[in-house]
């Protein structure tokens, strides 16, 4: 039997998103900035529909959504761009020490550039930690990047908190939102931000498709970091993709329509799995704090076998799982999710992310858990 459990790394396509897809996959052809003809104003008006509806989704206006091609895209667009066009104001950028990759990374170019960049800690249950920020604030402070929902422990971040503390007068605010459609509502968390990313892929679209929605309200001004057109008001140059900004856009509808139900339904299956895992390996515990965590991410740590191993048994019994970010170049290593949340590395090893989503089925948890109860037992020989 074979069983996705690891969409925390990337969701399968729905079928009403690849239905909004086909028409533009196959038989209209015609560059969307080529309006000039009807071929390309028909691409056009897609395009200006998925922005519209992108927009009604966030409460922005169509003028502040900017597509691109990933997420990792749009989180270097924001930080880097953010960072380079307020660089006048000052050099300081705070970062929270649980940030996926596509963060950490441009925030490692801003220190080998000359910014002052801090990374705000955690507590043990993998939520921002709000004094901490307040204290790391500086009068030179011109960017502050916290995520939404966190992408190997599933912590909800405390966005509302980390608004209040820094003010509308203060650094602009990045959100890297990528896990958040599906899992929290999505309007209340992009009304907070200056800058919100939005991907495709981890929410039942096409990979290929993101957006950086940036806020006029208080004169946002990114640097490009690509030139070559004028597309996306200069912000991201190239021919935009138009069946993947139609999925993108058909995909976070779906997810925010059917929020209440997948949430109800995943947290259920969610619970299943985490009481097979806990009865199969006694001791097993999970990472993040109970009163701020999605369902659909299940961190466990085991005891009496390590991760690789066990992703591995479950891997040949056709279950798919992970170790921890899809994205890390350091898979071997521990996570930084994890050791910011104050885990050993020994304890880190033993961990596994279980991703639950909108296809997983009462009959996948109960053989994912039969494998569990079989393995430990031969372990227990």
Same mark, same amino acid.
């Given at each position: 039997?074979? $069983?996705? #459990?690891?969409? =925390?790394?990337?969701?399968?396509? %729905?079928?009403?998103?690849?239905?909004?897809?086909?028409?533009?996959?196959?038989?209209?052809?015609?560059?969307?900035?080529? /309006?000039?003809?009807?071929?390309?104003? +028909?691409?056009?008006?897609? @395009?200006?529909? +998925?922005?519209?509806?992108?927009?009604?989704?966030?409460g922005a206006r169509a003028g502040?959504?900017?597509?691109?091609?990933?997420?990792?895209?749009?989180?270097?667009?924001?930080?880097?761009?953010?960072?380079?066009?307020?660089?006048?104001?000052?050099?300081?950028?705070?970062?929270?020490?649980?940030?996926?990759?596509?963060?950490?990374?441009?925030?490692?170019?801003?220190?080998?550039?000359?910014?002052?960049?801090?990374?705000?800690?955690?507590?043990?249950?993998?939520?921002?930690?709000?004094?901490?920020?307040?204290?790391?604030?500086?009068?030179?402070?011109?960017?502050?990047?916290?995520?939404?929902?966190?992408?190997?422990?599933?912590?909800?971040?405390?966005?509302?908190?980390?608004?209040?503390?820094?003010?509308?007068?203060?650094? !602009?605010?990045?959100v890297d939102a990528s896990q958040?459609?599906?899992?929290?509502? !999505?309007?209340?968390?992009?009304?907070? +931000?200056?800058?919100?990313? =939005?991907?495709?892929?981890?929410?039942?679209?096409?990979?290929?498709?993101?957006? =950086?929605?940036?806020?006029?309200?208080?004169? @946002?001004?990114?640097?490009?970091?690509?030139?070559?057109?004028?597309?996306? %008001?200069?912000?991201?140059?190239?021919?935009?993709?138009?069946?993947? @900004?139609?999925? !993108?856009?058909?995909?976070?509808? !779906?997810?925010?329509?059917?929020?209440?139900?997948? &949430?109800? /339904?995943?947290?259920?299956?969610?619970?299943?799995? #985490?009481?097979?895992? $806990?009865? +199969?390996?006694?001791?097993?515990?999970?990472?993040?704090?109970?009163?701020?965590?999605?369902?659909?991410?299940?961190? @466990?740590?085991?005891?009496? &076998?390590?991760?690789?191993?066990?992703?591995?048994?479950?891997?040949?019994?056709?279950?798919?799982?992970?170790?921890?970010?899809?994205?890390?170049?350091?898979?071997?290593?521990?996570?930084?999710?994890?050791?910011?949340?104050?885990?050993?590395?020994?304890?880190? /090893?033993?961990?596994?992310?279980?991703?639950?989503?909108?296809?997983?089925?009462?009959?996948?948890?109960?053989?994912?858990?039969? &494998?569990?109860?079989?393995?430990?037992?031969?372990?227990?020989?």
């Open positions: 039997m074979d $069983v996705y #459990l690891d969409n =925390l790394a990337t969701t399968p396509l %729905d079928p009403r998103v690849l239905a909004a897809m086909l028409p533009w996959l196959s038989g209209r052809p015609g560059n969307p900035h080529a /309006r000039i003809h009807a071929f390309g104003r +028909a691409a056009g008006e897609a @395009v200006d529909e +998925a922005r519209d509806r992108l927009a009604a989704l966030t502040e959504i900017v597509f691109a091609p990933s997420a990792t895209a749009a989180n270097n667009l924001a930080i880097l761009g953010a960072a380079e066009a307020r660089m006048r104001k000052g050099d300081h950028v705070l970062v929270s020490a649980i940030e996926h990759p596509s963060v950490l990374g441009p925030a490692d170019v801003l220190l080998r550039r000359g910014f002052n960049v801090e990374f705000v800690p955690v507590d043990n249950g993998g939520v921002l930690d709000l004094d901490a920020l307040r204290a790391r604030l500086k009068p030179t402070t011109i960017l502050v990047s916290v995520m939404c929902v966190n992408n190997e422990v599933g912590t909800v971040q405390p966005l509302e908190g980390v608004r209040d503390i820094i003010s509308d007068r203060g650094p !602009l605010l990045h958040a459609p599906g899992k929290v509502a !999505l309007k209340p968390v992009a009304q907070l +931000a200056d800058l919100l990313t =939005l991907s495709g892929h981890k929410a039942y679209g096409p990979k290929g498709a993101a957006a =950086l929605v940036v806020r006029t309200r208080r004169q @946002v001004r990114l640097h490009p970091l690509l030139t070559g057109g004028g597309q996306e %008001d200069g912000l991201w140059p190239g021919t935009v993709n138009v069946p993947a @900004v139609v999925g !993108l856009a058909q995909a976070l509808d !779906l997810c925010e329509n059917e929020l209440s139900d997948d &949430v109800e /339904r995943i947290g259920s299956l969610s619970a299943a799995l #985490l009481d097979a895992a $806990v009865n +199969a390996f006694p001791g097993a515990t999970r990472n993040g704090s109970a009163d701020s965590i999605v369902p659909h991410c299940l961190s @466990v740590t085991f005891e009496g &076998v390590a991760g690789e191993t066990l992703v591995a048994h479950l891997a040949r019994e056709g279950i798919a799982a992970a170790l921890g970010s899809a994205c890390s170049s350091e898979a071997a290593s521990p996570s930084h999710v994890l050791a910011a949340m104050g885990l050993q590395p020994a304890r880190s /090893r033993r961990t596994l992310r279980f991703g639950l989503g909108r296809f997983t089925t009462p009959v996948e948890i109960d053989f994912t858990a039969a &494998v569990l109860q079989k393995f430990a037992a031969k372990l227990r020989r």
